[in-house]
Every structure is written in structure tokens, then in C-alpha cells.
């Protein structure tokens, strides 16, 4: 199988266990080497799988990168309800930062970043990942509109992007370490902007 797409299937038995062996060594390799390093021989080796079977099943690089997103965004936690959008936000902003601030997380996902630069595959596979994650997120904004808290039309993905954005730029563009605090403001920020009607 060499399509990103045949490498998503949710098989069970040893498939399973392979597939998640090889995703772990993947993610691995991508922490440790970066996406110019992945090597899907090298990959095989950490998992302690046959060459042969990592080819056959994903194929290419850029077919492994896109199952790794697709099992992440799966594994991905499920959004908070507080019934409060302040609260809401500011718990998608900690989860965010805590994630970008792990040492092995926040590795892998500048890794994945730089991937989405030069390789189609990997770019597609990133706006997937992102796209399920907004979508978790987003009934929060719409349960406001709901409430009363936020003007009628507004755009809930927009919302939960402005949230995000900071982070992921104060992660690729300074050396700064992402606190609490950073992460409350962006969702402060986010929050203040849809008041205004800025994302209708």
C-alpha cells in the first residue's frame, strides 16, 4: 500500500500493533533527525519490523508523515466544556501550549511544520490534522453565539485559529518559553477581537 490514504486505515490484530510500533518509531526518528532525516529503513529498524513491510504498507516518507497526523489528531484530547467561552478558549490555549512546550511534542510538531514547507503530501496531511482539531473546538464558539456572549455570524473556526496562532508564531519565531500567561493572553485576545464582531 503506498497512498496516504491506505496507510489511515484502522486495522486490528498485529496490523495494529505494527502500525502503532511503526508510528512510534516514527515520531522518533522525526523528534531525533527531523523530517530531512526520516528514513523509512531506519524507521523499520526502530519499530522491529521488516523493511519490506513498512514499503509495502506506507510506501513513502510522506505517506508515513500523513498516518502519523491522521493517528495524532485521533489521540488528540477532546475539548473541554466549561459552558463559559472565556474559559472554553482558555482551556484550548493551555492545551495548545502545553503541547507545543513538551520537549518531545513541541519537537515533533516543528518537525511536521518544516515537512509542510517543501513536500504536498505532508502540507495536505497538516490541514487535515488541523482541520479535525478546529472542528473539536469550534461548538464552542457556536454554544456562545447560542448564549448571547458573541455577535450572531461569527465564525467559530476563526475563533479557535485566533487562539492558536499566536502560540504557534511565539513557538517558530523566538526563543521565549510558552507560560501560562502567554497562552491566557491569546485566548483573551481571541475572545475580545469576537466581541467586536472582528470575525463575522
Not at 523528534?31 to 530531512?36: D, I, L, S
Not at 495548545?96 to 517543501?118: K, S, W
Amino acid at each position: 500500500m503506498t497512498s496516504p490514504e491506505s496507510g489511515m486505515q484502522r486495522p486490528g490484530g498485529r496490523t495494529a500493533r505494527v502500525r502503532a510500533a511503526v508510528l512510534k518509531a516514527a515520531e522518533d526518528a522525526l523528534v531525533e533527525v527531523g523530517f530531512a532525516g526520516l528514513d523509512l529503513g531506519d524507521v523499520a529498524r526502530r519499530a522491529e519490523v521488516g523493511r519490506t513491510t513498512v514499503y509495502r504498507r506506507w510506501g513513502s516518507v510522506s505517506a508515513l508523515l500523513a498516518d502519523l497526523l491522521t493517528d495524532m489528531a485521533e489521540q488528540s484530547l477532546p475539548r473541554t466544556r466549561t459552558g463559559s467561552l472565556h474559559e472554553d478558549l482558555r482551556a484550548v490555549a493551555r492545551l495548545i501550549r502545553r503541547t507545543l512546550a513538551d520537549p518531545r511534542q513541541g519537537a515533533l510538531f516543528r518537525a511536521v511544520l518544516v515537512a509542510a514547507t517543501c513536500d504536498a503530501t505532508a502540507a495536505e496531511a497538516l490541514h487535515r490534522f488541523y482541520r479535525v482539531r478546529v472542528a473539536e473546538w469550534a461548538p464552542c464558539v457556536a454554544e456562545a453565539v447560542e448564549r448571547g456572549e458573541l455577535p450572531p455570524g461569527t465564525d467559530p473556526e476563526e475563533v479557535i485559529r485566533a487562539v492558536s496562532a499566536p502560540l504557534y508564531y511565539r513557538m517558530l519565531t523566538t526563543p521565549d518559553p510558552l507560560d501560562e500567561a502567554t497562552a491566557d493572553r491569546a485566548a483573551a485576545a481571541a475572545e475580545a477581537a469576537a466581541k467586536t464582531g472582528a470575525f463575522g
